[in-house]
């Protein structure tokens, strides 16, 4: 036995020794495993039009130097533990990349990583995500790993350790090795980047651009370099974030905005449901394609197949929502403003001054509360909801769990023990209730099964489809239950849905979709969500083709109680009039795209390369770019306005000086008062 380990001993010393000679061989070792790392990571996120070229190889190289170089600084032995662990940290980043990307379309960013909790709360849905092929990443650890063990092991020792070189020399060699690899990977990535920049990706840094256009000029770990720098300038370095000029421009902006929407005070319908209650519901990933169609004999959604008879609907309403998916969707349609590009409003910037409905509401006489049967702080909803003035804040801790399924408690239970709690408020009141039972992965128990979901069955879109129809059934108690308690001839009720329901594989839309290789209708299906607007007296009832947008949502119930949207901040327009406004009205999403209803366009698949696609909404055909142009330009400068109010906390000084009140209180515990006060800046 001490035989071996005397052979052993021996090997690992020949192998530092001559590590120690040929000082960059470890470290290239290093890089040359981490481009094939980074080339397969390429190939796993499998987006358009990004695959990776000789230029962008040269960008990677440089920048695994410049996050390694500082290793050949270290005495061998450390070196190579060094590299070891840089590779299993790399290794594990660019695998998390993969799996977020999967759910969520885009990069990890540092916001995500100060909000992981809700990362780690997906569950199931995080083991949907995984792929076999995705372990490829982590194809030399072993070897890896058991180099290090044996470094740790018997590499300590004087033999072993002991180099042949002279302190000095060697002291020297490690010193150039390491200024060298600097230099090398400083103009190997920031030329590349820089050479970018300056043709065909001009405006890179300038602008909010989606992290897959960053991605596709810096690379993997460019990105994240880059991220970091983002978030350290904004966050840490107290970098200006608007200036006076960009003030100014904000606030004229928002004052053209609130001209069109003083021309709808003069509409019929403004004030036409003054004083009504509010029944606000968002409904976990519902999407339109699913309304009015059947499978296996049954109605997918036959209860709001019946309100769509009595309500106005929309036929073209999107969803806004970025990386903050649930909590983007609640910003969007209450705040009436774009989410960030990277990461959430609710976590990032929870403190900052919204003029959001329930705080108009509030101002009005209303009673203010959300229902939502998950952990208060998912989201940072306790701090965020008391910033947006409701009243009372229903968590999972008010529930009784009589119905566990999925994340929670099922849709049933929660809306009916929501109306104990709604029908003895003190009218008007205003509701607002977030469903759960039809998140991601879409798992339901086989006894709560009831289609028959034919060709899907055994599929996520089965499952989804399953999922959607409970949904749809504890949608129709909760309009029941409003029906029993005397509610529904004098409240306002809505639903929407959040955002998409994750699924991008598009040989499972083939019986929903005309032509499931169109861009156009890939993009429509993913955003299209249902708005359905029940109006006490069961008026305007029918179809709109206006294009809509969950900004809209907001301006829209204000306006049916004849409240003015002006001087909110408010970025949406009222859906629901009679006049003739609004015309030039678009719905924007945070890439970029958007669409004006008759025209839809779309950004480069890079988000970067060219001018992008504009399509023809009527017959889905490509049309000539200029007609996207005017798009293109006001999306770019909604993005650019919204993240002024939100990043900049513009809301504390626009409009004459005005600054709110301190922040109103809000309960954990269902009662008005009892948590801590938001104070202003």
Known sequence: MSSYKTRGNQLIGRIQSSLERLIVLDTLLFAGLMLLKLYWFNRLLSVLYMDMTRKDLMIEAGAVLLVSFWCLWLPVRARNLALVLLNLALSLLLYADVIYYRYFQDLITVPVLLQAGQVDSLGDSIGELLRFRDFWLFADLPFLLAFAAALLWKGNSKKTARSQLPGKRRLLQRGAAGIAALSLGAGLFFGGVHHATETWAKGLFQKNWWNLSIYNVTGGLGFHGYDVYRYAKLNWFGAETVTAEQRSDTEQWLAELDAEKELLHQDSLFGAYAQSNIVLVQVEALQSYVLGQSIGGKEITPHLNELMKSSPYWTSFYHQTAQGRTSDADFSANCSLMPLQSGSVFIQYASHQ??????????????????????????????????????????????????????????????????????????????????LSSHHPYKLPQAIRELDTEELDGTIMGDYLQSIHYADAALGELIEQLKNNGLWENTIFALYGDHDNSITDWGLYSRFMADPQSKLEQEQMAKDVPFILHLPDNSHAGPREAAGGQLDIAPTMLHLLGISAQEKGMLGMPLLTDMEAGTDHIIVQRNGSGTDGEHYYLPPEDGITGEGSCYSVQNGKLAENALCQSIKQKAEMQLIISDRIVIGDLLRYLYNGRTLEAMGKISDSGNTGNSARHSSR
Not at 362 to 381: C, D, I, L, M, P
């Open 354 to 435: 919204y003029h959001c409905l329930p705080e108009q509401l509030k101002e009005q006489g209303y009673s203010t509360s959300v229902f939502h049967a998950y952990q208060g702080g998912f989201w940072n909803r306790n701090m965020m909801y008391a910033n947006m003035k409701y009243d009372a804040f229903y968590s999972l801790k008010h529930f009784k769990l009589d119905e566990p399924l999925g994340w929670a408690l099922g849709d049933k239970s929660f809306y009916r023990q929501s109306m104990e709690v709604i029908s003895k408020l003190e009218q008007p009141f205003h509701a607002f209730m977030i469903s």
